[in-house]
């Protein structure tokens, strides 16, 4: 029986017209429905040469990072771990519901932002994420007013449940009592 299926098969493949039909001389649409093709005459593009920007304001003046506070420079970060150490070890601790600000003096001449979101105290990298996202965004409103200290600020469990709201209102009330205190002294 296998025998007789693989000749059966080979027969069957044997037989396939190699050749093509040749082609129509005729196209098959009329001139209105076909491609025409490309025109004969030369046109150069509409959009050649240098275009003027839609809806983009190009800056006249280059702008400043270093004092811009809509920007948070590299200058204005708590970067590695001897920094966060330093401040744990000698820092002064403010808390609240949702957060642990530890402050201390620096010699940079300017208030820096270190932050601390763990996993198992916020949850996913979207909750730590926007936790952080939310701290960055208060202090650079806040950094020109806050004196110059190193800020650690720590997320407690309650801050990966709050609100926006309530993050900026805790975030908020921590900066005001750090430049009350700061004042006194």
């Given at each position: 029986m296998k025998a007789s299926l693989r000749h059966h098969g080979a027969e069957h493949e044997a037989h396939v017209p190699t050749q093509q039909p040749?082609?129509?001389?005729?196209?098959r649409f009329s001139c209105a429905d076909g491609d025409e093709?490309?025109?004969?005459?030369?046109?150069?593009?509409?959009?050649?040469?240098?275009?003027?920007?839609?809806?983009?304001?190009?800056?006249?003046?280059p702008?400043?990072?270093?004092?811009?506070?809509?920007s948070y420079p590299r200058a204005r970060r708590l970067t590695d771990k001897p920094q966060f150490d330093?401040?744990?070890?000698?820092?002064q601790r403010f808390s609240?519901?949702?957060?642990?600000?530890?402050?201390?003096?620096?010699?940079?001449?300017?208030?820096?932002l270190g932050l601390a979101v763990g996993i198992k105290t916020a949850g996913n990298a979207v909750k730590r994420n926007r936790l952080k996202r939310l701290a960055r965004e208060?202090?650079?409103?806040?950094?020109?007013?806050l004196p110059p200290l190193d800020v650690v600020v720590s997320a407690r469990t309650a801050a990966a449940k709050a609100g926006n709201a309530e993050i900026r209102a805790s975030l908020a009330a921590h900066w005001d009592r750090i430049v009350r205190r700061c004042a006194l002294s």
């Open positions: 040749a082609s129509q001389a005729r196209p093709g490309r025109s004969s005459r030369a046109e150069s593009s509409s959009r050649e040469g240098p275009q003027a920007p839609r809806g983009l304001t190009v800056p006249t003046r702008v400043d990072r270093t004092t811009d506070s809509r330093v401040v744990h070890r000698q820092g609240d519901a949702l957060f642990l600000v530890i402050t201390r003096p620096n010699e940079a001449g300017r208030a820096r208060s202090f650079r409103h806040r950094m020109q007013e």
